[in-house]
C-alpha cells in the first residue's frame, strides 16, 4: 500500500513571504515517482514536478524548488517571495508499482497581498 | 504537450436524471483513462480505471452500475452518472495515460462541476 500525508491542511502567508508546503510518503517499491499538483479555485489541475525515486537532486524552477530526500522519504515544496496568484490547493501524489495514483490531502495556500 | 478535455464543464440536472461526461485525450492516444471524484476541500478520490476496449475496474465503494464507463476508442471515455442524487454532486476530473509513455505518467482534464438539484 502506498500513502501520502500533507499535514499541513491551510497555509496562510503574506506576499513576499517563502513558504514550505511538506510532502511524506511511503512505498514498500524501490521505484516510485512523486508529483505535486495546483489546484487553483478554476479546480483545473496544474501539474507542477515530477520525480523519479533515483533522481535526488533538488530543483529549482524559478520561484519553485522541491527538496527530495528519500532517508525521511519526504519531497517538500517551497515557494521563494510568494505571491497572490499562488494562492490554491497543492496536492502532492505518488505513483509505484502497480498502483494508480494516490494523492494527499492538499494543503491550501492563502497568500495575502 | 499531451491535452485532456472534458465536456461539460459543469452540468446542472434533476434527482433522477442520468448525466453523461466525456473525457477525451486530444493529441494522444490514451490506452487508459482514469476518473477521479473531488468533494468540497478534499482530495481527489479515484472512482475508476478504464482500458480501451475492456470493462472498467471500479475501486472499492463506487457503484458500477450507478457510474457506468465507457472507453469505446483510444481518444474516448465517458462516465455517465445514472439516477443522479443529490449526493452525487461532485468535481469530476478525468486523466489519461499516453500509450507510448511511462505508466506513471497520466495528464488531467479540466474537471466537469456536477450538481444535482
Known amino acids: 500500500a502506498q500513502k501520502v500525508t500533507q499535514a499541513q491542511t491551510e497555509i496562510s502567508v503574506v506576499e513576499k513571504e517563502d513558504v514550505t508546503l511538506d510532502c511524506v510518503y511511503e512505498?514498500?517499491?524501490?521505484?516510485?515517482?512523486l508529483f505535486w499538483y495546483k489546484q487553483p479555485p478554476s479546480g483545473e489541475l496544474v501539474f507542477l514536478i515530477r520525480?523519479?525515486?533515483?533522481?535526488?537532486q533538488n530543483e529549482i524552477s524559478g520561484r519553485y524548488s522541491w527538496n527530495f530526500q528519500k532517508s525521511t522519504s519526504s519531497f517538500n515544496f517551497t515557494i521563494t517571495a510568494s505571491q497572490v496568484v499562488d494562492s490554491a490547493v497543492y496536492f502532492c501524489?505518488?505513483?509505484?508499482?502497480?498502483?494508480?495514483?494516490?494523492f494527499g490531502k492538499g494543503t491550501m495556500l492563502l497568500v495575502s497581498p | 504537450g499531451a491535452v485532456v478535455s472534458q465536456h461539460p464543464s459543469w452540468v446542472i440536472c434533476k434527482s433522477g436524471t442520468s448525466v453523461k461526461i466525456e473525457c477525451r485525450s486530444l493529441?494522444?492516444?490514451?490506452?487508459?483513462m482514469f476518473w477521479y471524484r473531488q468533494f468540497p476541500k478534499q482530495s481527489l478520490m479515484l472512482m475508476a480505471t478504464?482500458?480501451?476496449?475492456?470493462?472498467?475496474?471500479?475501486e472499492q465503494g463506487v457503484e458500477k452500475d450507478k457510474f457506468l464507463i465507457n472507453h469505446a476508442s483510444l481518444t474516448l471515455s465517458t462516465l455517465t452518472v445514472t439516477s443522479a442524487h443529490p449526493e452525487d454532486s461532485s468535481f469530476y476530473i478525468c486523466?489519461?495515460?499516453?500509450?507510448?509513455?511511462?505508466?506513471?505518467?497520466?495528464?488531467f482534464g479540466p474537471g466537469t462541476r456536477l450538481t444535482v438539484t
Open positions: 478504464s482500458n480501451e476496449g475492456s470493462k472498467a475496474t471500479y
Open positions: 512505498t514498500r517499491d524501490t521505484t516510485y515517482y
Open positions: 486523466s489519461a495515460r499516453d500509450h507510448g509513455t511511462s505508466r506513471y505518467e497520466q495528464y
Open positions: 520525480r523519479n525515486s533515483f533522481d535526488e
Open positions: 501524489a505518488l505513483a509505484s508499482g502497480y498502483s494508480t495514483l494516490t
Open positions: 493529441d494522444f492516444q490514451a490506452t487508459t
